[in-house]
């Protein structure tokens, strides 16, 4: 399971105040403290900002890069404008995710050559011409006139993580079983998935309860990379716990240090 | 779900000198527990008294019975006798498990009748001829020669629940990925399922990470009834939580009334 870490979003106040008041240690301590419990990328999204979002992600990238050089990050935005400024300022070393396209034909067009440059991971987001998908068969037919149109560009399904798009349990209670049974059938395709948890639990009370039980039940069926929040114990302890189970952790030996450094709930 | 309380069994000290000094309270208390924390079926469990397990089953079921009139229960014993004993004393009112049958004809024999007459639902471990099953199929193929053994007695695949004997993950990686492979194929016979959880954590530590996250996994994979200890709160959190994942709590209400009610972690 590839962890990114989604703590850096200007939709929670902390952040966003840290980026209007360009104040770098509140940043760079979210993406030290996400990468201390596991992160492998540190998600940057910036885009509560609106008409700032273009100026504010290049600032961001560039402070949280340059306290950790290396650090592999995944520049999230819905605007490839945003996307493109970030790049301008982005310093090659870690691994790269660009998040994310749709079906839409422009911002493909906008994104994919950029993600072909950067040798960038890319996600793409399962959302077709009529919005939000609904069954798994939607979100399978959306991934794949995706990847279709991709492979045109020359842009290698390994490198393609799909996000079926989970939506709330609370407002839309067959939703998450419908994701659960995309996973496997975008995986046929040869791609990836990446799921953005939280969302499961929007609504519901003890969130990360609902969180860790979807976990595991999507590395079950199969997902290859969850946008969390990993200073969240319990969500972490089942992904660790999920890894041993699903023999992807020799001798369950990962799981064993993460309880002897105290890291499982 | 439907959940078993596996706290009354003699492998647990206290329960094993409550059974041996004939004191009644700490079996009673041990029920009402298991009950209060969301467990439908209290297991009955007096097999490390060896020789004495037919006199002690029959006084242990007596003395929850008499205490919680139309409690339903589970009588767990690999032995026929055993079994005949705590019927001899049984009461009806509440729903009965027998636990369980192998693949082996003499017990098959015994205990089919007795299931049948008691309208029992009745557990069949995945065991067979050759042993502990290691691949799906394997779990699989023995229990359709049961399941085909057993409807030539009338008995009913419904009442059926097939135990597809989970292993621990520390010594046999593979074989947790293979039961929740199983669960499906089995209920393609038209049976149910049903798992001793925590014999999948056995030897690691923090077992109730590793028991919930597996839990989750096989309630997706189809899970039906699941042996466990209900007084592990995480391990039930995750139960509820999965409920309300998979649309099997409506308006997640379940899940909202424990949280309310402090049940969750």
Redesign the interface.
């Known amino acids: 399971l590839i962890i990114i870490g989604e703590r850096i979003n200007s939709t929670r106040a902390g952040i966003r105040e840290a980026i209007k008041a360009k104040k770098p240690d509140f940043l760079i301590d979210e993406a030290k403290k996400q990468l201390a419990c596991g992160a492998q990328f540190i998600d940057i999204n910036c885009a509560m900002s609106a008409t700032d979002e273009v100026q504010d992600i290049d600032w961001t990238v560039s402070v949280i890069q340059s306290a950790l050089p290396g650090v592999s990050i995944c520049l999230d935005s819905p605007n490839p404008l945003a996307i493109k400024r970030a790049l301008e300022v982005y310093k090659a070393g870690g691994e790269l995710f660009i998040n994310s396209i749709t079906a839409e034909e422009k911002r493909m067009a906008d994104i994919a050559p950029l993600a072909l440059k950067y040798d960038a991971k890319l996600i793409a987001l399962t959302m077709g011409a009529e919005g939000m998908p609904n069954s798994a068969e939607d979100r399978f037919a959306v991934a794949r006139s995706i990847m279709l149109k991709l492979s045109e560009t020359g842009f290698d399904a390994k490198r393609l993580y799909f996000d079926p798009l989970i939506r709330p349990?609370?407002t839309e209670?067959?939703q998450?079983?419908e994701v659960?049974r995309s996973i496997p059938m975008i995986k046929s395709l040869g791609a990836n998935t990446v799921c953005g948890l939280s969302n499961?639990s929007f609504g519901?009370?003890?969130r990360k309860?609902?969180n860790?039980?979807?976990l595991?039940?999507a590395?079950?069926?199969g997902l290859d990379a969850a946008i969390l929040d990993p200073t969240e114990k319990?969500v972490m302890?089942?992904a660790?716990?999920?890894a041993?189970?699903?023999?992807d952790d020799?001798?369950?030996a990962a799981?064993?240090g993460a309880?002897r450094e105290g890291r499982?709930?």
């Open positions: 349990v609370s209670p067959e998450a079983k659960l499961v519901l009370p003890d309860v609902i860790s039980a979807f595991a039940m590395l079950y069926a319990q302890s089942v660790r716990a999920s041993a189970i699903l023999s020799e001798y369950c799981y064993i309880f499982l709930v």
